[in-house]
């Protein structure tokens, strides 16, 4: 990733959450995140050592970038006009140390409904990663696709993914004075959908 330096407070993240326990499914897929995690080999040993002794990023989901809803093209906007609906709903990090820099994985899992307007099997999402310090400074930043395709006659996909080797520089500090924000990259039309939306 590219270094994308900005000294300018929040930088349109200000808040983060990790979705914990929200019903039996969820809770499952948090301990899906953490085996996918687990399987990347940091969990013992030497490494495993340094981590615990300086601690890991946290993996979190941007509270006004966790939902995405995508309508048929026009200008509907009511629930019949539904295209897809999309959800983050976890994200769990694990990492090593070396010298002065941090290596992350992390796994993210979400969700997309096909609504009623939905014509396509495969749908594809821009998500973007974000390295903050203190949840004021983005570090880096960077965005992908996410595609998912559902199953013949299902209409919800869960999609789960692992990301290796995100390192950046920590000097002397604790891992824990960061974070690694996901988000879906939104339209600031899309953002304010968001905040008006109720929270669950």
């Known amino acids: 990733m590219a270094d994308t330096r900005n000294s300018i407070k929040n930088m349109g993240l200000p808040a983060f959450t990790t979705q914990f ?3 039996g499914t969820r809770l499952g897929l ?4 953490a085996l996918i995690v687990a399987g990347c080999g940091w969990w013992s ?3 495993r050592k340094v981590e615990q002794a300086r601690g890991c990023p946290n993996a979190g989901i941007l509270a006004d970038a966790q939902q995405m809803v995508e309508y048929r093209p026009g200008p509907g906007r009511d629930i019949t006009d539904v295209a897809y609906r999309w959800e983050l709903l976890d994200a769990v990090a694990d990492c090593s140390y070396s010298d002065t820099m941090i ?11 096909a609504g ?4 396509r099997s495969a749908v594809t999402a821009p ?3 974000a390295v903050t310090r203190n949840g004021e400074s983005i ?3 960077t965005s992908f696709e996410a595609e998912v395709e559902f199953e013949p006659g299902r209409r919800v996909a869960v999609y789960t993914r692992t990301f290796r080797g995100l390192e950046f520089e920590v000097g002397e500090d604790d891992g824990v004075l ?3 924000v996901l988000g879906f990259q939104l339209s600031p039309e899309q953002v304010q959908e968001n905040r008006n939306r109720p929270r669950l």
């Open 30 to 33: 948090v301990a899906a995140l």
């Open 116 to 119: 009623p307007a939905a014509t």
């Open 45 to 47: 040993g030497e490494n």
């Open 103 to 113: 290596d992350v994985d992390y796994a993210l899992s979400m969700s997309v409904t």
């Open 127 to 129: 998500i973007f990663v």
């Open 178 to 180: 960061y974070d690694i």
């Open 139 to 141: 570090l880096q930043k």
């Open 21 to 23: 326990a929200r019903g």
